[in-house]
């Protein structure tokens, strides 16, 4: 079945270091690609999303391209703040098909 | 706009005993999600509706669980007799139609 996956580990980091956390994925179709953005105390909120091959999404300074070469849809930021210290997950929905399948997650810990 | 809410927050459920868990949705939302999120993990699909329609019910771990939406709004999942690995955090989404999936704050159930 479709799956995500995400580097294992949780990512400390200093503030205004540059981010990356890593996804792949698994389909058999050409699914929709997402990443949600858990902050502590609150709900899952869509960070960004990228419907297509190429296409790039972007949002609060994040950015992520789908590659459908390498099946995957790495999480970037330039520059984080103490305020990303959050848990993101990595998701995908296949084309036709309505429910979200979620990596496990990484913890984001931004140092000040 | 008020987004999706659910309730109990929290609930402590002896083993053995039935528990129902509500979800209001954003008012409109065509399509209602539930998720399990389990400790450290990503969520997992557990059912979903289309207005009153149950269309998807493969998520569902076991015939302890049954969820329900009569009147195309608010849903209730219902865990019969339960049992301990029932513990985690459930995450209502609704959407309009297909389009982005707007979570709620999840009802942390503990069974002891």
């Known amino acids: 079945g479709d799956s995500v996956t995400q580097m294992e580990g949780p990512v400390t980091l200093s503030e205004e270091a540059f981010l990356t956390i890593n996804c792949t994925y698994t389909?058999?179709?050409?699914?929709?690609l997402f990443w949600y953005v858990q902050y502590p105390g609150e709900g899952l909120q869509l960070l960004l999303k990228?419907?297509?091959?190429?296409d790039k999404g972007s949002n609060k300074g994040f950015e992520a391209t789908y590659r459908k070469e390498t099946t995957s849809f790495h999480l970037e930021k330039g520059s984080v703040q103490v305020s990303d210290s959050a848990v993101y997950f990595c998701?995908?929905?296949?084309?036709?098909?309505?429910?979200?399948?979620f990596g496990k997650g990484n913890q984001v810990v931004v140092i000040p | 706009g008020a987004g999706v809410s659910q309730s109990p927050r929290y609930k402590v459920a002896k083993r053995g005993q039935d528990v129902a868990l509500r979800c209001d949705p954003i008012s409109g939302h065509v399509s209602l999600f539930w998720y399990q999120q389990a400790l450290g993990q990503g969520p997992e699909f557990l059912t979903y509706f289309q207005n009153e329609a149950q269309l998807d019910k493969s998520g569902l771990p076991s015939d302890r669980f049954f969820a329900e939406r009569p009147e195309g709004s608010v849903s209730t999942l219902k865990i019969q007799r339960t049992q301990q690995e029932d513990s985690a955090v459930y995450l209502c989404a609704s959407s309009w139609g297909k389009e982005t999936q707007y979570f709620g704050p999840g009802t942390r159930l503990l069974v002891l």
């Open positions: 389909a058999t179709g050409y699914p929709s």
């Open positions: 990228a419907t297509k091959a190429d």
């Open positions: 998701a995908l929905s296949e084309s036709g098909n309505n429910r979200l399948a």
